[in-house]
């Protein structure tokens, strides 16, 4: 009773009141990420798979989650595509790479957080080198992010 369980990607507000707007999020699993790094030479340059915010900010700067069609398994439907960013959120967040990574682009704060999982063959084969047990923590009041580390 106590959890949602969200589509990706999806659009949360957090916090609003009478008198506060709130957070707008950003949610997407990040299921195109690994497609970027690998194809986007600019990012497979700078770390690849390793960069979730240069990839992040190569989507927003697209207004779209995943610009190339065979970067995801999704079909977008012909009325309308659920992957095209519509409008300016303050907070992106992803995990599809499970490497836990902060940063801002234009006021966005941008942040791809890991798993529980330590690397598998799977994601060995992606080339991807998660950090397992890291938790970013957001204070609100200055939109400062700490990452927590349960694991060494």
Request: charged share 20%; with cysteine; proline share 6%.
């Amino acid at each position: 009773p106590n959890a949602l369980m969200l589509s990706t990607p999806c659009n949360v507000n957090l916090l609003s009141s009478k008198d506060f707007p709130g957070f707008d999020f950003l949610l997407y699993h990040g299921y195109s990420f690994t497609y970027f790094a690998d194809n986007v030479e600019s990012i497979r340059q700078k770390g690849g798979v390793d960069r979730a915010d240069l990839i992040m900010q190569f989507l927003l700067q697209r207004r779209h989650l995943s610009p190339t069609h065979t970067s995801n398994t999704y079909n977008p439907e012909s009325k309308r595509d659920p992957l095209v960013i519509t409008k300016v959120h303050d907070f992106f967040l992803s995990g599809h790479l499970h490497k836990t990574n902060v940063s801002s682009y234009k006021n966005i704060s941008l942040i791809s957080v890991s798993f529980w999982q330590s690397r598998t063959s799977f994601m060995e084969k992606l080339g991807t080198h998660p950090e397992p047990a890291r938790v970013p923590v957001i204070d609100f009041s200055t939109r400062e992010v700490k990452i927590m580390r349960f694991a060494k």
